[in-house]
């Protein structure tokens, strides 16, 4: 009985370092960390309300709010890699949000900076859009796995620690896996405005997650300053998506390809995404576009 206690036992043992060794090294490997995230996801993946391989999650705390997408694209890794690992087609991807109205890279020999211009949905002069000064960073790079960080300590109307950051992992030869945060902090005043934004023109607007069903037996949709995380967290995204996807198009056309198609893309959800007409945000965004390559 001694012996089979002592055998158990260490049978026991080494399953357990076998398992703590294999965690550990997951742990200590993004890409085949990011990987198991997929694998968890699976069902969630499949099924769910954006019709598209998507996943999104929000959290608020006191002070930080905080947005995470996780989606298959139907793209290859080296594609995907391409053509988000350039400062410069960033900003392609930012100036089609509806609030960004102005970016340019700054590569320099010890850093790059993202210069963004971020203000309202409609035409605006830039001096009165606020600037904020990204830090761009390429944190890993392998062949099948990559991940780039924009980040500044200050934000625009009174937000800091602001964060934008993605990961990529290769899933297929056709087929990678992203993972899109977008969180940033806020302070006294930049809460007490959000809620007010909230409270009066802007109390009718909501996020993605469900929290239960209204009377009549619709979704009833998240709202609040978390709500307003999950619109921004998505067009971000879909932002991201178009871009990759123009990326296929002759380059005399992608402008107007990326513009359409973003476009498209945010009417898919117009209940919480639906700001301006179409012909309002194409003729906006051209003319962002010229601004921006003139300044440069």
């Known amino acids: 009985m001694h012996k089979w206690f002592l055998t158990r036992t260490l049978i026991c043992l080494l399953l357990t370092c076998t398992a703590s060794a294999a965690s550990a090294r997951v742990e200590s490997d993004p890409a085949a960390t990011l990987r198991a ?10 099924q ?21 997408i996780y989606a298959v694209v139907d793209y290859p890794f080296g594609t995907v890699s391409a053509g988000l690992n350039d400062p410069n087609h960033w900003c392609e ?8 109205k102005y970016c340019h890279a700054v590569v320099g020999a010890s ?39 924009l980040n500044a300590k200050d934000g625009p109307l009174g937000t800091s620690d602001f964060l934008i950051q993605l990961e990529a992992v290769a899933l297929s030869k ?32 909501v996020g993605f997650t469900v929290i239960g069903k209204s009377a009549d037996g619709q979704p009833d949709y998240i709202g609040g300053m978390r709500g307003l995380m999950e619109r921004n ?20 056309t992608q402008l107007e390809k990326r513009l359409q198609n973003w476009f498209t893309a945010i009417e898919q959800y117009p209940r919480q995404l639906h700001e301006m007409e179409r012909g ?14 003139t300044l440069q």
């Open 48 to 68: 769910n309300q954006f019709n598209r391989p998507l996943v999104l999650d929000s959290s608020e705390t006191t002070n930080r709010l905080k947005g995470d």
């Open 280 to 293: 309002a945000y194409l003729a906006m965004k051209r003319a962002e576009y010229i601004r921006q390559q």
């Open 233 to 252: 967290t998505m067009r971000y995204y879909l932002a991201i998506d178009t871009f990759l996807g123009a990326a296929r198009a002759a380059p005399a």
């Open 37 to 46: 995230k997929h694998t968890s996801l699976l069902e969630q993946l499949r």
């Open 93 to 100: 991807v930012m100036l089609l949000h509806i609030n960004t």
């Open 111 to 149: 850093a790059t900076t993202l210069r963004v211009n971020i203000g309202k949905k409609t035409p605006e002069e830039l001096v009165d859009a606020p600037r904020i000064e990204l830090n761009y960073g390429v944190a890993m790079a392998t062949p099948s796995y990559f991940e780039i960080i």
């Open 174 to 205: 056709t087929k990678t896996f992203l993972h899109l945060t977008y969180a940033y902090a806020t302070n006294f005043g930049a809460r007490l405005a959000m809620q007010t934004y909230l409270g009066t023109i802007g109390s009718h607007k």
